[in-house]
């Protein structure tokens, strides 16, 4: 492959065309190959990947290739390799959710996701490290140890979705399932360069991805363009009928890119990180963006949504609330880890939970149990989603002013392995920025703008109203053009290229 | 209100997390400070807001009542610690005292 493309590192819609021309010698076998090798010589020094799934991969191949050879057509992500979070259910492949809890457990179904992504040509090649169900924003809280940035191996990759963005960032798969409840999809991918996003509620089916919480929860694509992303979103949405609150939604259809000119830029008053230490970077590159948008000839509108600012304590009721209900599940009686040390059954529950929870698991089930105890549900729980209603309230009528809010994903760049390890508060803090869109319903991505002087990636979000996912893409495919920011492959230095 | 370990032992028999006495040492002074951040939404104006955000569930969008396929019990019983005939096996319970 010497001085030639790895047709690894093609747009994602150009290696399925390759793959679905019968003329073309690349095939979706070669493709996992090249995948694999990947994995296998560069991921040692990431630990993006909790298991890699080869036979599988391989038996998906074979049948892309055959339906190729049949004359039919596979789909618009024949033969792409995929990473796929490990909270998402592959049929008969073990799932941990990054914690001990789940044991040796092997999912009898697979996720809607995960099906309808194979359905269109996806070969899953592996399953992705992530913050153990998905709770913090570094990786650092698998229980099989943390994944690393691949821009700077002393740092976080973020997190939940931590193992799919490095995975995606450093070359390994094209494209990577995600979810994200408070941001677990954009901090990443915005702390690793890359593109990802979190749709609207109720776009993407949450069958068979393992429940934080229901109300935020939701699946979405990260990628190394906007245009590939769009490409693994077309393939996954839709109404399904074994999760009642998806939702029927304008399809994610196409591509090219926005008319920047006349677009109503969103600039959020709350969302400036003037005066926020280590923030500077981003601040910069975000003026920088704002400035290049008026350039283009789009129109800044200044907003304000004060509840923006209270989006962290509202969002640290609801999610531990729904978790502290959705992880009752786990007692050592149905599936996963049983204590060994229990001779009864109330013991048995507690005993194991304790052994099979981590720590930020733990403190989130105890918050979310406090907060919806008897005495203090009124003045936690309610209080937040009384809250919650009039912060989405305020995006409404934030969308009746502009098309398009743009900010920072991140309120500092990728942050050093352990620093923040030993202060939850300060973790809970990286999500400033995220949780909103969560707790609103509503679409945002992130999309690369830029890098730091040290190299390490900067990532912005554009986010829309409920059901605009398709503008956002067109204008973050704009916005790329314009601004020439996108996605850099990182120099990593231990292991080779396949 | 203040979060001190008598309080974390309480919420943790609710959630059935039996936590050591270094784990209850360690959480409690981490939930409060969580807490004295949370308690912000205590001042906040939220007037008339309904706690109900999600929007009423569209009843045309619920499928009919008809029984589909189901798993295979084999598969599921797969995966249980315990299982006997067709049934989890826990251990005896009748004789507990159960604290609600």
Request: aromatic share 6%; net charge negative.
């Amino acid at each position: 492959m010497e001085g030639l493309t790895n047709p690894l590192d093609l747009p994602v819609a150009e290696m399925a065309a390759r793959v679905r021309n019968i003329d073309d010698p690349l095939t979706a076998s070669e493709l996992v190959e090249t995948s694999l090798l990947r994995i296998e010589a560069i991921d040692p020094a990431l630990h993006a990947f909790l298991r890699t799934t080869p036979e599988l991969a391989r038996e998906q191949a074979r049948v892309v290739d055959a339906r190729v050879e049949a004359g039919e057509d596979p789909g618009p992500l024949a033969g792409v390799p995929l990473g796929v979070k490990d909270n998402i259910a592959v049929e008969g492949v073990p799932l941990t959710c990054a914690s001990k809890i789940l044991g040796n457990y092997v999912p009898p179904t697979g996720a809607t996701s995960v099906r309808r992504a194979v359905d269109a040509g996806a070969c899953i090649v592996g399953k992705t490290n992530l913050d153990e169900f998905g709770m913090g924003s570094s990786t650092e809280n698998s229980a099989f140890g943390p994944t690393r940035n691949p821009y700077d191996l002393e740092r976080v990759p973020g997190g939940s979705s931590g193992g799919s963005a490095a995975a995606v960032a450093a070359g390994m798969v094209p494209l990577a399932l995600g979810s994200d409840t408070g941001g677990s999809i954009r901090q990443p991918a915005a702390l690793s360069g890359i593109v990802g996003m979190k749709p609207t509620y109720g776009r993407v089916s949450r069958n068979g991805l393992v429940a934080f919480a229901s109300s935020l929860d939701q699946v979405g694509p990260m990628a190394r363009s906007a245009a590939d992303a769009r490409i693994l979103l077309g393939a996954i949405q839709g109404t399904d009928p074994a999760d009642a609150t998806t939702r029927d939604l304008p399809a994610v259809t196409g591509s090219g890119a926005a008319e920047l000119a006349g677009l109503r830029i969103g600039r959020v008053e709350e969302f400036s990180l003037a005066g926020v230490a280590g923030g500077e970077p981003m601040e910069a590159a975000m003026g920088d963006v704002h400035k290049a948008l008026e350039e283009a000839g789009a129109e800044s509108v200044e907003l304000s949504i004060p509840l923006v600012k209270s989006s962290i304590p509202i969002y640290y009721i609801v999610a531990p609330a729904e978790a502290s209900s959705n992880l009752a599940r786990y007692d050592g009686v149905r599936y996963g880890h049983r204590t060994s040390d229990a001779g009864a059954l109330q013991a048995l529950y507690a005993k194991t939970r304790d052994e099979g929870f981590g720590a930020e698991v733990k403190r989130r089930i105890l918050i979310g149990t406090f907060a919806l105890s008897a005495g203090y549900a009124d003045a936690y729980y309610k209080r937040a989603m009384a809250a919650r209603s009039a912060l989405r309230r305020g995006f409404e009528r934030a969308f009746e002013r502009c098309d398009v809010i743009v900010s920072a994903t991140t309120p500092t760049p990728a942050f050093l392995l352990g620093e923040k390890v030993d202060d939850p508060l300060a973790m809970y803090l990286c999500d400033i920025l995220t949780v909103a869109s969560n707790l609103a319903g509503i679409p945002v991505m992130n999309v690369p703008a830029g890098q730091t002087e040290d190299g390490l990636p900067v990532g912005m979000q554009l986010w829309g109203p409920a059901g605009s996912e398709a503008r956002l893409f067109d204008v973050a495919e704009a916005l790329a053009e314009t601004t020439g920011h996108a996605y850099r492959a990182p120099v990593i230095p231990a292991g080779g290229d396949a | 209100m203040e979060i001190d370990e008598g309080l974390v032992r309480k919420i943790a028999e609710l959630a059935r997390l039996e936590l050591t006495e270094e784990e209850v040492h360690e959480i409690a002074p981490q939930l409060r400070r969580i807490f004295e951040h949370v308690d912000r939404i205590q001042q906040l104006e939220v007037g008339d807001a309904d706690p109900a955000t999600q929007d009423p569930i569209d009843l045309d969008a619920l499928r009919a009542d008809d029984a589909g396929e189901t798993l295979d019990p084999d598969s599921v019983l797969r995966n249980a610690p315990a299982h006997d005939d067709g049934f989890f096996v826990v251990p005896r319970f009748f004789d507990e005292e159960v604290e609600d």
